[in-house]
């Protein structure tokens, strides 16, 4: 059985920094794309980033630059480092992860086929 479980949303300040992990179980980690997807307030899905098996990262223009995805193989750990953090990126984040096939899959919500409960990143004086 597959599981997704995000942790480390918080309220910070506008440029604070914050780290979101997202534990993953019941699958091979190295097999699936792993992707980090936000929803804000009254807004749909966004992708914001992912890495495929391959462990190439790919970020949203909204934030590249400042956001780091990253895994950790052996412990079956993503993390989403998120530096410079502004007002529109408070949302519920999710950790997603699927096998993507393509590569223009990667930013569609709607190709994962795994979710997490989401966490709150809030930023905001």
């Known amino acids: 059985q597959v599981q997704l479980a995000e942790s480390g949303g918080s309220l910070v300040q506008p440029g604070g920094s914050l780290r979101l992990s997202c534990a993953a179980s019941?699958?091979?980690?190295?097999?699936?794309?792993m992707s980090w997807v936000r929803q804000a307030p009254g807004k749909g899905l966004e992708w914001v980033s992912n890495?495929?098996?391959?462990?190439?990262?790919e970020y949203a223009g909204s934030v590249k630059g400042r956001f780091t995805i990253s895994t950790d193989t052996p412990k079956n750990m993503l993390y989403l480092q998120m530096n410079s953090l502004k007002p529109e990126d408070t949302a519920i984040y999710y950790c997603?992860?699927?096998?993507?096939?393509?590569?223009?899959?990667?930013?569609?919500?709607?190709?994962?086929?795994?979710w997490g409960q989401g966490t709150q990143v809030s930023v905001s004086s």
């Open positions: 890495i495929n098996s391959g462990g190439s990262p």
């Open positions: 019941g699958f091979t980690f190295s097999n699936f794309a």
């Open positions: 997603a992860s699927g096998p993507i096939y393509y590569y223009d899959d990667y930013p569609n919500p709607s190709k994962y086929n795994y």
